[in-house]
Nanobody, 123 residues
Framework: QVQLVESGGGLVQAGGSLRLSCAAS????????MGWFRQAPGKEREFVAT????????SYADSVKGRFTISRDNAKNTVYLQMNSLKPEDTAVYYC????????????????WGQGTQVTVSS
């Protein structure tokens, strides 16, 4: 069993930056692909970014490409989401997820979810 705990959310002005962290418990972190998703009020949860087990492969939603960077530190059992040039439309609850493959994560196949962290971007 793996538990995921997100942190780092908050209120930021448009154009600002935040770094989200997702700490994972358990020994199997390095065997899991990881991803970030978000859900804005009244909208469905959407894919943001994924990263492979080694960190050598990443993928991003078009809406965040060039502004967000996903990374991981397997020694610390942590995955990060660096968010730059934030926009009001980035406002959402951000969730960390773990699964067997990056493609599976993008298709909604998740083994574990975090509880989410709120990101609010003011204009």
């Amino acid at each position: 069993q793996v538990q995921l705990v997100e942190s780092g959310g908050g209120l930021v002005q448009a154009g600002g930056s935040l770094r989200l962290s997702c700490a994972a418990s358990g020994r199997s972190f390095s065997t899991l692909a990881m991803g970030w998703f978000r859900q804005a009020p009244g909208k469905e949860r959407e894919f943001v970014a994924t990263i492979s087990q080694s960190g050598g492969s990443t993928s991003y939603a078009d809406s965040v490409k060039g502004r967000f960077t996903i990374s991981r530190d397997n020694a610390k059992n942590t995955v990060y989401l660096q968010m730059n040039s934030l926009k009001p439309e980035d406002t959402a609850v951000y969730y960390c997820a773990a699964g067997r493959t990056q493609l599976g994560l993008r298709r909604g196949i998740h083994d574990y979810w975090g509880q989410g962290t709120q990101v609010t971007v003011s204009s």
